[in-house]
């Protein structure tokens, strides 16, 4: 019997995508994509359809993020609609083509939820990404299986910036999930990192098979971290890199940042701390891949939100 008068009714999430391989050189998701392209009983679940998707097998071919520019920037409104395909970069031709396949974008016939598997080099653990403070239905399931794991750690980053969020090849779905483990090379496949990743899927599928079956979930509350600012790397007149990362902010990841913290060491042994006017946690620390989008970090605010009980319309 129902005591949640005031749930949210989403309907049931019957269709289902695993992305791998969006950026080429991220090994667990493509070799768990594979894995279950070649054998889905896993991931399969009651009432729901599973599909696991390579999405840019150029780039995992070669091993490398991207062939042309960078799929998971690709899914916007003038990408998805620009004409002449033969003469658009590869990956805008394959997010047309996945737009197609699991969209349209932002219509009632696209998937329910699509999981996009990433790695990161920095020191972040488990991270889910949430692209909505509203999204309910996903703020739910990440309680979910934030409590599935537990004492394992899986962090929430919520990017909702304006400025800085950017068009996913999950932002085709209903409810996009992100899902970024590390620290992990590119090219490089560890066990460790593979296994957690393969666990969050696990009961991010249980939930939605519960959801579906008509569990309903309570009200709860979600510690996020919130995307606030892209920090770049100290540079001289014309650009060139001049600092790293300081010492004693790598492999900080999610740790508080103080006003006077040293930030950065310049290249002639220099520290450089920290000036802003409150606490900080910050993320994606000299992450490989960032190098080229002029990013050593993003800083973020830790916040609570409230999730309103869920239950199938």
């Not at 483990?181 to 939605?208: W, Y």
């Not at 540079?235 to 900080?252: C, F, K, S």
């Not at 802003?276 to 830790?302: C, D, H, L, M, W």
């Amino acid at each position: 019997m129902s005591s949640y008068s005031s749930s949210a009714r989403f309907d049931e999430a019957r269709r289902v995508a695993i992305f791998g391989g969006t950026h080429g050189n991220e090994m667990s998701g493509v070799t768990l994509v594979n894995l279950w392209v070649k054998n889905g009983s896993e991931i399969q679940r009651k009432m729901v359809d599973t599909k696991p998707f390579i999405t840019n097998p150029r780039a995992v071919e070669k091993c490398t993020r991207y062939v042309d520019t960078d799929l998971n920037r690709a899914f916007t409104p003038e990408n998805l609609s620009a004409l002449g395909e033969g003469d658009l970069p590869y990956e805008v031709q394959r997010a047309q083509e996945i737009n197609r396949i699991f969209g349209p974008k932002g219509s009632p016939e696209a998937y329910d939820v699509i999981f996009d598997l990433h790695n990161t080099t920095s020191n972040m653990g488990c991270t889910l990404i949430l692209e909505s403070s509203k999204d309910y239905f996903n703020l739910q399931m990440m309680n979910y299986i934030k409590k599935a794991i537990d004492p394992a750690s899986c962090l929430v980053l919520l990017n909702e910036h304006p400025l800085l969020k950017y068009s996913t090849s999950r932002s085709v779905a209903k409810h996009p999930v992100g899902l970024e483990v590390g620290p992990q090379p590119q090219g490089v496949l560890r066990s460790n990192i593979f296994e957690a990743m393969r666990v969050i899927l696990k009961h991010a599928l249980d939930f939605i098979e519960l959801f579906n079956e008509g569990v309903e979930f309570p009200t709860c509350t979600v510690e996020v971290f919130r995307v606030l600012e892209r920090i770049d790397y100290p540079r001289d007149a014309n650009g060139n890199i001049i600092a790293m990362v300081h010492p004693n902010l790598q492999d900080g990841d999610w740790e508080p940042l103080n006003p006077g913290d040293p930030m950065f060491l310049t290249f002639d042994g220099k520290t450089l701390h920290y000036q802003g006017s409150g606490t900080i946690y910050p993320t994606f620390i000299n992450e490989a891949a960032y190098y080229e989008k002029q990013q050593a970090f993003v800083t973020t605010r830790r916040e609570t939100l409230v999730a309103s009980a869920i239950r199938k319309a």
